[in-house]
């Protein structure tokens, strides 16, 4: 296991979370905690609402042993804190009232994003390959676009992307990206074969189906989209309330529709970040 964020900035074996690494990096003036493991082509996880879980940490891992190097920044929450209704509730409210975060905007991405395009632009200079790989989940799902402005991150994941919070139609429909950054968007897809992966669960009322429509409609072919069905009496017996695909509601069996979407996530970096390896006979 690599034992430094960076060749120059080594960290220390992490309490928080068995198995990593921790250090502190500063970006647009702000100090955050990164959590990190692995080697090869670098992948960013943003973590889901409440914090860095050990379920996000168990992804982060898994990702690590395919063979990428692993770095998740704490932008809110504990470390290594179980899931719970009243830590969730907590960070949802303080998610919900600070700047950086944006959670209604509509038009407009989430001010923290600058310090992830940053991040991961520093992290494709010093772990190489032809990009960063970068995965957002529910508040923070939608930052995958909005990494898409750094020419590094090429392979965007938006994991049952939930924020701007569907207060009405066109909040529904939005991605919370500014015009501006939508173009950007939308001539990677094309221009690079960057477009988007998304997920989300069909019964997910924090992620609603206009949203990905959306998706579909400004990205044409260069959007793909994964629904998974948890309408009542679906196949695979999914809870109407299933909202985290890779984490909490991913049942790690082969032949499961949540496995399925792990694992096209894994092709996914596979496809763009080590695109070599593939070619291989």
Known sequence: ???????????????????FWRTHLTYDGAQREIYYRGEGPAVLIVHEMPGLTPEVAAFGERVAN????????????TPGKAMGNAYLAGELLKG???????AFSRRRSSPVTRWLRAFARDLHAHHGGPGVGFVGMCFTGNYGLAMMAEPAVLAPVLSQPSMPLALTPSHARSLQLSPEELAICQRRAKDEGCGPLALRFTGDALVPAARFETLRKVFGGHA???????RRGNAHGIARTAHSVLTLDLVDEQGHPTRAALDRVLALFAQRLKPEAIAEP
Do not use: W
């Not at 919900?96 to 944006?102: I, L, N, S, T």
């Open 224 to 230: 793909e989209t994964i629904e998974i069905d948890s």
């Open 1 to 19: 296991m690599n034992t430094t964020a960076h060749q120059d900035r080594p960290g220390i074996a992490s309490d928080d979370l068995p198995g």
């Open 96 to 102: 919900c009232v600070r700047k950086e975060f944006a």
């Open 66 to 77: 395919a063979g990428y190097f692993v770095a998740m920044p704490s932008i809110f929450g």
